[in-house]
């Protein structure tokens, strides 16, 4: 235990140590590292897959769940994948040192905000390991060193992956502190790294619910995070029923595992017996369960009854909680008691129903007429991202360049004094 914390601390202090150089690097410096490291993934691809072959053996042999086994899986094209992705990361417009709303003020001091990196992100997460590169190349770009803790399941695949990475960085210049990979399963790793706010500025965990609920229990640090994505759509009473049709099959069928694909839909009573009955046979049709309230189950034939824990679950696969309510304000009272704050969606040409839905459901993605599976960071613009935030500070909703930096006060005088 002694010598797991003695080494993570030793890491935090290189990651420190990395982050205040890199605000005197030239910052061409950071995308010619993200350019190299995706041609050396590229290059090196045989070696990668060859360790993720080892992660794959063990892991089938401790009877990793399938689903687990698939996302630790590098293929091919994942691979590719992963070396695009940095490509992608490279061309983005790097945020840092940008300097917003200067105004000048009557003693003649401009005032303005300047985008500035975070410092050092510790990020922990499972099975995936192409979130190795995703991670360590989005807080490079944003100038912030990262620390990061992948699975024990991936170990030997983000070995190779960090190999490369730290290769690329001596080679071009950067400390090599700017990527840390913790090489080591021993989960007091992770305790040190939650407990060290003298090197680590802010904790990302990309898991499932225990892994958040744990990182949020025990971090000493400020955690980005969401628990859940509970999210609804509410069909209203003035929707367009083929366009709500449409979004909720999306929203729900596009894929499941996923954090913002809906796990409930709402249905206000006026519309349910015009819009429900076609739209379970197109759910059922497309191998989805309905668990359903009373009046649900009278207008679709073998949906089951939900249980007061369905309105507030989570599936990541082909079940959906439905509930006819009474109005807006009804649909509203369901969303904010089973909610996850992560993303909601009304669909209906009613203005004034959009802008109260706007306002008044306090998620992080709020949308009219659209799927939820568009609260995405590449959907939204942002390029990529690191994951999403449900938290209302300091960043909300996808995590990107932008939510990875914070921002300082700067004043421009020309010899001003106070009097």
């Not at 060859?50 to 063990?58: I, K, M, P, V, Y």
């Not at 790793?189 to 898991?207: C, Q, S």
């Not at 009613?350 to 009219?368: G, I, K």
Request: proline share 4%.
């Amino acid at each position: 235990m002694d010598d797991v914390t003695a080494y993570v601390q030793e890491l935090g202090r290189s990651a420190r140590e990395a982050a205040r150089q890199m605000n005197r690097l030239d910052p061409g410096l950071k995308d010619r590292a993200l350019l190299t490291m995706a041609d050396r993934i590229e290059a090196q691809a045989a070696d990668i897959q060859a360790a993720n072959r080892e992660d794959l053996e063990r892991a089938r042999a401790e009877g990793l769940d399938p689903a687990l086994v698939d996302r630790l899986e590098l293929t091919g094209d994942r691979v590719a994948a992963m070396a695009d992705g940095l490509r992608q990361v490279a061309g983005l417009p790097d945020p840092v040192g940008a300097i917003n709303g200067l105004s000048t003020r009557p003693s003649g001091i401009q005032v303005g905000k300047m985008r500035v990196p975070l410092g050092v992100i510790g990020i922990i997460y499972e099975s995936r390991p192409n979130v190795t590169a995703d991670a360590a190349a989005l807080c490079l770009k944003s100038g912030n060193a990262a620390i990061l803790r992948g699975g024990k399941e991936a170990l030997s695949s983000n070995r190779a992956i960090s190999h490369i990475m730290r290769t690329v960085l001596a080679e071009v210049g950067l400390p090599e502190g700017v990527v840390s990979v913790i090489d080591t399963p021993d989960r007091a790793a992770v305790g040190a790294l939650l407990t060290m706010p003298e090197y680590v500025d802010i904790i990302i965990p990309r898991g499932g619910k225990g892994l958040i609920e744990r990182v949020a229990a025990d971090s000493q640090v400020p955690v980005i995070k969401h628990l859940e994505g509970v999210c609804h759509t509410y069909i209203d009473a003035d929707a367009d029923l083929d366009q709500a049709a449409s979004i909720a099959l999306n929203a729900k069928t596009q894929r499941y595992g996923t954090c913002n694909t809906m796990e409930t839909l709402l249905v206000d009573a006026a519309v349910a017996e015009s819009v429900l009955p076609h739209l379970g046979e197109r759910f059922r049709d497309a191998g989805v369960e309905l668990r359903g309230c009373s009046r649900t189950r009278e207008l679709v034939p073998g949906a089951a009854e939900a249980s007061e824990e369905d309105w507030s679950t989570e599936y990541l696969g082909p079940i959906l909680a439905v509930r006819v309510v009474a109005d807006l304000d009804a649909a509203l009272s369901h969303i904010a008691e089973y909610g996850s704050g992560h993303t909601d969606v009304i669909v209906t040409e009613s203005y004034s129903r959009a802008r109260r839905f706007l306002r008044e459901v306090d998620s992080s993605s709020v949308m009219v007429n659209a799927s939820s599976r568009f609260a995405d960071g590449y959907e939204y613009g942002l390029g990529a991202e690191i994951g999403i935030s449900t938290n209302k500070l300091h960043a909300r909703g996808p995590v990107g360049l932008e939510g990875l930096t914070t921002e300082k006060f700067v004043v421009l005088g020309s010899g001003q004094t106070r009097g």
